[in-house]
């Protein structure tokens, strides 16, 4: 059971205890310092870099392997250097402790040692040579945590003669590391960086790491869907009975002729993957908050969706048409496979392209399984009608049900783009009804096709196939769209004239200064603003609530913590009862019941 652990102060009382404990800054909690492991560096030969963080007692980071998507993850980059090879960074294991309210974490807690080995390159000439780079952690006890803290990470050494004399420095403090690395060491900085560790999000849906299955699902069926575009269903059936037919009625060969033309489609995806992974340097996360990354990404994905509805057409290179090959041979079914998957794109581009997008906010390893498996997806077809080539005379041909498979993309190509430019909307309309606009989208595209059903289709049994398909895109739609547009909150965002508005209404006001870094911050959300009975709570009491996100450093509300809280440690919850000029506050992790007193 959580003992509370929360003090319920008063704000000059709060003031007052951070003053006095002012070594408690975030910048005092730990230090750092950056080690090279000899006084100077000779061409072709290794050394060690060690990067030393010491935690004051009381406090922790946590690990480079955290256990909760929220935290910081404990983190090391170098800046590429043009004589040296700097390996990846050698994390030490964290260890696992319990915190009373938030279970089992893993961290780092006293002295911390990472060392980056490195090779100088062969040649390099000689003279000084400065290795830049930061290092990233953030600091928290068992009630509180700090912002994140990026110190920068830096070392003036020289490249000598081969001749020259050199020294070991503090040996005792590389006594850790195991030289044997040296034996596959590559260069880091060239790698794409180290995802976060933890879960991904969909669409604004928190998809934890342990049900990526669910993605890999997804994924499978956009591949099989693929298929069913007007540009690739003709190819189909076409192609399953001419497997059969150039194996000579022998099934194992034309099994043999369907994986080589499913690898191709494979292939093809792969590349695609290879694609995203050189891009993959590119901090994503950071680009999806700027305006001139998402402005241009919003009007393509405009775009692409017209082009779903017929507006205009994109081709692929004419030369492609013209490629000829050996239907009856394993090398010349691989090259029609990379090309079927090429051909497919005037109709799935759109898809295409918002898959590439999204993939390219995954992690490394993640977005290339993805992308494999869309195109395990697309060749899966392929490869049961080669060892069933009966089935092929039973598929429908190309007509006007794969257009309207096509259009239907359309509209959920728009639904993204709504997503995107969710981002340049006012606050007042970007809050949780803004999911409705999404699911009206979605919801449109299940009604075109329940329509189009009727207009194309006089049997019955085809009518109820595509009622059930449209509900099966609708429902989920809406059922994770009443989730996201009634929270057990209705927050207001945090602004100065929003809280001047709240005051002057005479009703009891809290503010929540909370940030996605912020891991406290989301066990406050989880136990107390989740439960059923503390929101019953608040609204019957006519209670505002403002939410203060705090994590962009330029966000509004940090001017009001700061002056709350000197330190800027959150969670931090401030009350303003009718009447009362200075707030209540609870600071760290706090009770419902402590929640409720403050507002009394």
């Known amino acids: 059971m959580m003992k509370p652990m929360l003090r319920l102060l008063g ?24 080690v090279l492991s000899q006084s100077a560096l000779r061409a072709g030969e290794n050394a060690v870099i060690a990067v030393v963080v010491d935690i004051k007692d009381g406090y922790h980071a946590q690990s480079f392997k955290p256990s909760d998507p929220n935290y910081i993850a404990f983190d090391v980059a170098l800046e590429p250097n043009d004589r040296l090879i700097l390996g990846a960074p050698i994390y030490p294991a964290g260890h696992d402790a319990e915190y009373p309210a938030l279970g089992r974490l893993n961290v780092y807690d006293g002295r911390v040692i990472v060392y980056v080995p490195l090779k100088v390159k062969d040649g390099a000439a000689t003279g000084p040579v400065a290795i830049r780079g930061r ?51 590559v260069d ?32 499978l069926v956009v591949g099989v869907l693929f298929n069913i575009v007007p540009c690739v269903l003709p190819v189909l059936p076409l192609k399953a009975i001419g497997f059969y037919e150039a194996a000579q009625h022998s099934r194992g060969k034309c099994v043999a002729l369907g994986l080589a033309f499913s690898a191709g489609i494979v292939l093809t995806f792969v590349g695609l993957a290879l694609l995203v992974l050189v891009f993959h340097v590119v901090d994503w996360g950071e680009l999806f908050s700027k ?9 393509l994905l405009l775009v692409f969706a017209v082009g779903q509805f017929g507006f205009f057409g994109v081709r692929v290179p004419n030369f492609l048409y013209n490629v000829t090959y050996k239907n009856d041979t394993l090398p010349g079914n691989l090259v029609h496979g990379v090309i079927t998957a090429l051909l497919s794109t005037p109709c799935t581009f759109g898809l295409f392209f918002a898959l590439l997008t999204w993939a390219a906010t995954q992690p490394a390893g993640v977005a290339v399984a993805l992308l494999t ?3 395990a997806g697309m060749a899966a077809p392929y490869l049961l009608l080669s060892a069933f080539p009966e089935l092929a005379r039973k598929l429908p041909r190309a007509g006007e049900w794969s257009e309207v498979v096509k259009q239907m993309m359309g509209f959920l190509l728009l639904a993204t783009a709504a997503y995107f430019a969710k981002s340049f909307l006012p606050d007042a309309l970007r809050g949780p009804n ?13 009604l075109f096709l329940v329509v189009r059903a009727f207009q194309i289709s006089q049997h019955g049994r085809t009518i109820a196939i595509a009622c059930a398909v449209a509900l099966l895109l609708v429902a989920p739609a809406f059922a994770v769209t009443l989730k996201l547009a009634n929270p057990p909150i209705q927050w207001t965002y945090y602004d100065d004239a929003a809280l001047e508005r709240a005051r002057s209404a005479g009703k009891p006001v809290l503010v929540k200064f909370t940030a996605d870094w912020c891991a406290n911050c989301q066990t406050i959300e989880l136990t107390v603003f989740g439960d059923e009975q503390t929101v019953k709570w608040l609204r019957q009491h006519g209670v505002t609530a403002i939410k203060a996100d705090l994590t962009k450093q330029t966000a509004p509300g940090w001017t009001l913590l700061r002056k709350l809280n000197p330190v800027g440690a959150i969670p931090v919850t401030a009350v303003w009862m009718p009447g009362q000029t200075e707030p209540r506050i609870l600071a760290g992790i706090y009770s419902s019941d402590e929640l409720k007193a403050a507002l009394q």
């Open 11 to 34: 704000a000059p009382t709060f003031l007052c205890l951070f003053l006095a404990t002012a070594a408690a800054q975030p910048t005092d909690l730990a230090s750092s310092r950056a």
């Open 434 to 446: 803004f999911w409705w606009v999404i699911f009206a989208l979605i919801a449109a595209a299940g």
């Open 135 to 185: 290092l990233t952690y953030q600091i928290c006890d068992d009630q509180v945590c700090f912002p994140p803290e990026s110190p920068p990470v830096s070392i003036e050494s020289e490249i000598v003669a081969a001749t020259a004399e050199v020294k070991a420095v503090e040996p005792t403090l590389f006594a850790g590391f195991d030289p044997s690395v040296f034996a596959t060491l």
């Open 373 to 375: 498996v869309v195109g």
């Open 291 to 299: 305006w001139w990354f998402v402005g241009p990404l919003t009007i």
């Open 188 to 219: 880091a900085t060239a790698l794409p960086a180290r995802p976060r560790a933890g879960a991904q999000r969909i669409f604004g849906v928190e998809l934890a790491s342990n049900s990526y299955w669910l993605a890999f699902a997804g994924a």
